[in-house]
């Protein structure tokens, strides 16, 4: 999924935005749906939480150059009881960078992309503009299966170009990923053990950080499809560079194979980080779309035919990466909140409330 918080945080430091107000026990006055809020990570910049097919472990990418982790690296732990302390441990290599961890159904192993088969060390990052917010597609970044010692024992993808953004069917069959594998990024599905690929997006533009539904049936997934000549002339242009602009995203969503897309958000700016709710109902996500300046980012619901939107956190700084557990009574997700004036992000999980 790549690491957008670091964008924001640059976002945030290059207009030095004051917080206006700080959550109390985590959790600001009106976001009616959290309880029982806890901070698992206190320092650096934590995100992609997710939860495996049981509803305590977690895999979650973390990068703090204070203790030496210079770029995302993955780690696993078990949602503690309130007011316990959260206990986790790396679980990548420890080499190259790494993105979008997701358990495996055997509970014992997860997968996850690394950059770490090219070069132990961290990949470049492109040099900032002022003018103009992009991810790196780093050709090096492949699909891999570990367990928790940090051991690998399989890679499922082997082609030229990016391989990356996996998540893994309820149902535990199915892989959803993103590929450049044709020179465009889109969604591509394989089985668990990484045998017949299928592409299931052909629309030009970035297709990225999809997710099943609960049932296994449908997709959501974040995209960016330029239209206009011009725009069209820059996405490839950056693309052939390495690079992606993620500020113009929208939501979409689909049958599992592909079929029947249709676009849920219109709202223009960066709508991304969708995730389905337990009934399958609904989208949950982050967006800046309500803000002029790109940020803040808060956490909305919506049906899936666009209707019904609500905005359901409202940090003033940044919330996204949102998740709920299978069994749909937890929720978790990264925050800028509680810390402190600085400019970690942290995950937080919490009870969901309807």
């Known amino acids: 999924m790549k690491s957008i918080f670091t964008i924001i945080v640059t976002c945030l430091l290059i207009n030095n935005t004051l917080r206006a107000q700080e959550p109390q026990n985590n959790v600001y006055p009106d976001e009616k749906h959290f309880k029982n809020v806890q901070q698992l990570t206190f320092g650096g910049d934590n995100a992609e939480a997710y939860f ?27 949602v503690p009881p309130i ?13 190259g960078r790494t993105t979008c961890a997701y358990l495996m159904p055997d509970g014992k192993h997860f997968l996850y992309a690394s950059t770490h088969l090219a070069a132990d060390t961290c990949p470049p990052v492109p040099p900032r503009d002022p003018k103009k917010y992009v991810w790196p ?14 051991h690998i024992v399989k890679r499922l993808t082997n082609t030229p170009g990016y391989d990356a953004e996996a998540t893994i069917s309820p149902k535990g069959d199915k892989i959803i990923f993103t590929s450049m594998r044709n020179g465009d990024l889109d969604l591509y599905t394989m089985n668990i053990d990484g045998t017949h690929v299928k ?11 999809a997710c099943f539904s609960p049932d296994g049936k449908k997709i959501v997934w974040r995209a960016s499809h330029p239209q206009k000549t011009e725009d069209i002339k820059e996405y490839k242009d950056l693309l052939a560079k390495g690079l992606v602009m993620p500020t113009k995203m929208e939501i979409f969503v689909a049958n599992a194979d592909g079929t029947d897309v249709h676009q849920v958000t219109h709202l223009g700016k960066a709508n991304w980080a969708p995730a389905f709710t337990p009934d399958g109902k609904r989208i949950v996500f982050s967006s800046d779309f309500e803000h002029e300046y790109g940020f803040p980012f808060n956490l909305y619901l919506i049906n899936l035919d666009g209707t019904g939107l609500e905005r359901i956190s409202h940090e003033t700084g940044f919330d996204a990466f949102p998740m709920f557990s299978p069994n749909g009574k937890k929720f978790i997700f990264s925050s800028m909140r509680n810390n402190g004036g600085s400019h970690d992000i942290n995950v937080f999980v919490c009870d969901w409330v309807d």
């Open 137 to 150: 597609i780093y050709e090096s970044y492949d699909i891999f299966v570990a367990d928790f010692d940090g």
């Open 199 to 209: 592409q299931i997006t052909h629309t030009l533009g970035y297709d990225g950080g």
């Open 83 to 95: 007011g316990a302390n959260f206990n986790y441990k790396l679980v990548s290599t420890g080499k």
């Open 52 to 78: 495996g097919f049981n509803d305590s472990q977690i895999t979650f990418q973390r990068k703090n150059e204070d203790e030496g982790v210079m770029c995302d690296q993955i780690y696993y732990g078990t």
